[in-house]
């Protein structure tokens, strides 16, 4: 006997990037946007009425729905709403995935295989190529299936016509293609032309990211009615009350303020090019990236060292362990002036490769 369930002895949980309390620190190591949210936010957060807090929130977060609806330009009962797509992607596989074989590449979002765990799926991987690329005939040996598309940590797009041939494999066997779009907004293509021709894409999308409101903890799905009341079916299941009113006020602003958020991911579209352009300059591989990160092939062997270095200068960036990942750094495009120290930094301590 223990107090724990089998279950909770057996996950191996997702571990997230670190999260500093010294303000000083260059913090590019989760992924956050080095601007603030739109102006317009603050503005509806203070427009809450107080005394509306004492009420639960609109569980379906209507308001919000609609607005992202709009600029989507599908329709409201095409999108869900979550605790960040974190929660949306954990109903997703509960939805869609749970008592399945869920095929997905081997270098992805490192949160899916703890979902799978978590929700009783059998998880198999399909290795990227050598050069990082999506293995489209190999994913489609099997089905249901999850692509983070842009891919993390690698950044790279897989292009519309591959995605399409994983709607139509997907579509023919019955069943759901997960496409996690939360990088979407860097990118120059997405899956959203899919939406009026298949009933099984379900995209998943974030506020964290190109909207700056990663400690609001805001995400989406935009799907076909029919995936859209299964995730509501799990939501009810577990918390009908995800988004709490402030959130879904902060969201509805930020979506809706589409010029703000065009200006700032250009300037970080702008200083991500500008990196690698001077990295792959001066020899280090940096792969081609449609995100607001850059995934630098920092040494040989293991980038360990050289991320301890930076780390010393102030500078946080991502390394993961894993075999095929180890000589590359994930780093997070800051503003401008946070490029221009790093790039210096990287030429300096990347060992040419
Ligand atoms: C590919 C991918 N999907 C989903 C998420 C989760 O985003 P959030 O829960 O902040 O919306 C992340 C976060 O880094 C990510 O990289």
Redesign the pocket.
């Known amino acids: 006997m223990s107090y724990e369930s089998d279950l909770a002895l057996r996950l191996v949980p997702y571990v997230a990037g670190e999260q500093p309390k010294n303000v000083k620190l260059i913090k590019l190591n989760?992924?956050e946007n080095p601007y603030p949210p739109s102006p317009k936010v603050a503005e509806a957060i203070a427009a809450v009425p107080k005394d509306a807090l004492r009420l639960y929130p609109d569980m379906d977060a209507t308001a919000l729905c609609a607005a992202i609806a709009k600029v989507n330009g599908v329709s409201p009962d095409m999108v869900f709403c979550g605790n960040?797509?974190?929660e949306v992607?954990a109903f997703a596989f509960a939805a869609f995935f749970a008592g399945k074989k869920l095929v997905a590449p081997d270098v992805t979002?490192s949160f899916y295989p703890v979902y799978a765990s978590l929700f009783g799926v059998e998880y198999e991987t399909v290795p990227l190529t050598a050069k990082f690329e999506v293995d489209v005939a190999g994913l489609m040996q099997g089905c249901p299936i999850a692509l983070?598309n842009p891919n993390?940590p690698t950044g790279m797009l897989l292009k519309s016509p591959e995605v399409r041939r994983l709607a139509e494999h997907t579509r023919d066997n019955d069943a759901v293609l997960l496409v996690?779009e939360?990088y979407a907004a860097f990118s120059p293509e997405n899956a959203l032309p899919l939406l009026s021709e298949f009933e099984n894409v379900l995209i998943t999308r974030?506020f964290?990211k190109s909207h700056a409101l990663?400690g609001m903890r805001v995400?989406y799905a935009i799907g076909s009615p029919r995936l859209i009341s299964a995730l509501k079916r799990i939501r009810d299941s577990f918390n009908s009350y995800p988004l709490d009113r402030l959130a879904q006020a902060a969201a509805e602003a930020a979506i809706l303020d589409t010029e703000y958020t065009a200006k700032t991911v250009r300037k970080v579209c702008e200083a991500r090019d500008r990196c690698r352009a001077f990295l792959i300059g001066s020899g280090i591989a940096c792969l081609k990236s449609a995100t607001n990160f850059l995934f630098v092939k920092a040494d040989p062997v293991d980038a360990a060292p050289v991320q301890q270095k930076l780390r010393e200068e102030g500078i946080l960036v991502r390394h993961f362990k894993a075999d095929r990942l180890k000589a590359w750094l994930r780093v997070t495009v800051g503003t401008a002036e946070d490029m221009e120290i790093v790039t210096e930094k990287l030429l300096e301590y990347c060992r040419s490769v």
């Open positions: 989760t992924n960040g797509s974190d992607l979002y983070a993390a996690d939360a974030t964290s990663a995400g």
